[in-house]
């Protein structure tokens, strides 16, 4: 049986938050009024909420209010995200960056959410949010003539029930891929504390320094360093994100210095290994070409009579824990440069590191196979969820059962 369709202003009361900045001298309150934002639809979640206790400017904006049933929908920056008020939630108004939708009549609350989650809707929403330096609902006017299927109640308790069962199936089938994905990385992690805590013959703990023909931090003297004259012209600049970002080799650069970026700089060879002591703590690449990066990275110029490129890479990817642990305590969770200069890390004779370096890559081989066979399961679960929504909305979900692989 084909369901009737009805406009979507005509099922649900629509709410869009208040604009302007009148709460803002009253929230970051510990108790009052709550103010609902977009990281509750976004998150379904309706805690970490700001307060405000202004009695008088609460009943003023009493329309803005939430209740129980009620849906919240995320209408700037991230879009079409939705979340059901639950019963229980602290008193309180939505914000600007949410939208507020009641439905009417017989229209159960779950069935509208889960057709707002389907591709067909979704689609819709990026339409009309199009052409924005920020994604915004401009216009609830033109949300509120979408069509929205209302087969009979009983038919949206049926639809609701079957894909809750698939769902949950799905987010099992999700959480033993995500468990199965993490077991690797860790199996990888354990390898390497395995293969350097079995020290043998011939091994001598040397600090990073004694092992290197350069050692120390990048640098930029400019000030401000973010001073847009330093950038635009041919030499690559690493930033901590581009190390943390890449897979052992640095291949890739989002920013460019200049002749006068590189004056109050220094370029660092191909073959360099950088590592992050600030914001990204303890990440490790190496360099696969000539590059400057600033103070919050540091340089290591490996000497080949003493050690290899890759084997100290692997190296530092061992101590990592242990070096996230050294950063710890500070408001920027870094690390500094007397972390290295103390810390002695043990070396093997130079032909030992080559085969523990072959030894490494194919064991990382072979991990980074097993991810992307999770990684693959994670996202096909993703997509099949989006499948059964757009079934289910188009009338074509039939079966009482469906099946998730």
């Known amino acids: 049986m084909k369901w009737k369709t009805e406009r979507f202003g005509d099922v649900c009361t629509f709410v869009r938050g208040p604009f302007g900045g009148s709460l803002k001298k009253n929230i970051f309150k510990e108790d009052g009024y709550a103010v609902y934002e977009q990281q509750h639809a976004i998150y379904d979640q309706f805690t970490d909420i700001r307060y405000f206790v202004d009695e008088e400017k609460f009943l003023e904006m009493s329309r803005f209010e939430l209740f129980a049933g009620d849906l919240i929908m995320s209408c700037s920056g991230t879009m079409g995200k939705i979340a059901i008020v639950p019963s229980g939630i602290p008193r309180g108004i939505i914000n600007q960056a949410l939208l507020k939708l009641t439905p009417k009549g017989d229209l159960s609350p779950k069935f509208l959410k889960l057709w707002m989650e389907s591709r067909n809707f979704q689609e819709q929403i990026e339409f009309l949010s199009q052409g924005a330096a920020i994604k915004n609902m401009a216009s609830v006017k033109t949300l509120k003539e979408i069509r929205v299927p209302r087969p009979p109640l009983e038919e949206q308790k049926r639809i609701v029930a079957i894909l809750d069962q698939v769902f949950a199936d799905i987010e099992k089938a999700r959480a033993t891929a995500e468990t199965n994905l993490k077991n690797a990385r860790e199996l990888f992690d354990s390898y390497l504390q395995q293969v350097f805590s079995q020290r043998g013959e011939g091994w001598i703990d040397k600090t990073l320094k004694d092992a290197s023909l350069d ?99 692997f190296l530092l990817q061992s101590f990592k824990a242990i070096l996230k642990a050294e950063g710890k305590g500070s408001a920027q969770d870094n690390i500094n440069m007397g972390t290295f200069e103390n810390l002695k890390f043990p070396f093997p004779p130079v032909n030992q590191q080559v085969e523990i370096v072959e030894s490494l890559n194919n064991f990382m081989i072979s991990i980074q196979e097993l991810e992307k066979i999770y990684l693959n399961k994670i996202s096909s679960l993703e997509e099949l969820k989006k499948s059964i929504l757009q079934k289910a909305f188009s009338g074509e979900l039939t079966k009482n059962k469906v099946e998730v692989a």
């Open 215 to 313: 050692f120390g931090r990048g640098k930029s003297k400019h000030r401000p360093r973010n001073d847009e004259s330093l950038y635009g012209g041919g030499y690559p600049f690493i930033q901590t994100g581009d190390v943390r970002n890449c897979e052992h080799l640095i291949t890739t650069y989002s920013k460019t210095y200049n002749e006068k970026g590189l004056s109050q700089s220094k370029r660092w060879p191909k073959g360099t290994i950088c590592i992050t002591i600030a914001a990204n703590i303890a990440e490790t690449g190496i360099l696969d070409f000539d590059a400057c990066f600033p103070d919050s990275v540091i340089g290591v110029v490996v000497n080949p009579d003493i050690a290899t490129i890759g084997f100290v890479e």
